[in-house]
């Protein structure tokens, strides 16, 4: 920079400088933000990518015609990260059990690796180290679509159609069925007002809790053998979550995972596992893990 200018030129330049960089700061942050999205995200392309390879390798007609039901799904010595930092791991050394009539409480803090988790059991993730088994099976690339699997999100995507419409989504429709899910998912009173109604775009004409139990119907209606909710009664009132609960220990469902926020909803699971920074502090039976963790005693009950 050339000192010989005038100070107050001087200072103008450096205080144009220093303005441009300030209104310059939300632009840059804004790009680092949406350049970690770009590379947290390229491990699920790549699955997606691999996904739409599997289906010219294997065609559909290659494909069993019913799916397979779950007996049985074992993590062992699983590790995964999201490629960002090879050698930090978001996952670390888990190892689950599970068999049939389980249902397994997942529990811990924001960003402890529960929805990870879920993604893996999914097939949507694959393991940086250690494998999962189903049914005493190594699952490999492209295996989980021949299990009959279902998941409720914490966020549900919901179409501009009708209730019916949004619980069956692309399965034949089944009237009794139908009847069934919708009083299971705490849905009458909403199914005889807006019976043949449009939800909205994405149910924008509906409140959350109505949207979770349209998301839990349609996870009914699909009759999985396993199923997987992530935080699905967080914006239920505790009649109506209570009401699903129970009915969800009802359906012929083999496995189920729940992961929640609100502990008094694990009540009817009878294994937890405790998760914390990606790893799983305890595991277990219920009875057992709260044995061992005393501060969870005032969520559970004792009938349960």
Known sequence: MNTSLPQERLIAIISFISLSVIRMLPSITSLNINLNNITSHLHSLEIINNYLNLKIIYPKKNLPNKKIRINSLKFKNVFFNYGVDKKNFTMKDINVELSKSDILGVLGKSGSGKTTFADLTLGLLKPSKGNIYINNNQIVDGSFENFDISYVPQSINLVDDNLKENITLGHDFDNNLMNKVISFSDLEEFHKIKQDKSIGEDGSKISGGQKQRIGIARAFYSKPSLLILDEPTSELDYESENKIMKNLQKQNIDIIILIAHRLNTLNICNK???????????????????????ELEKYFNSKT
């Open 272 to 294: 937890l596992a405790i998760f914390k920074e990606g790893k799983i502090l305890d595991f277990g039976l219920k009875d057992q893990v709260i044995n061992n963790n005393k």
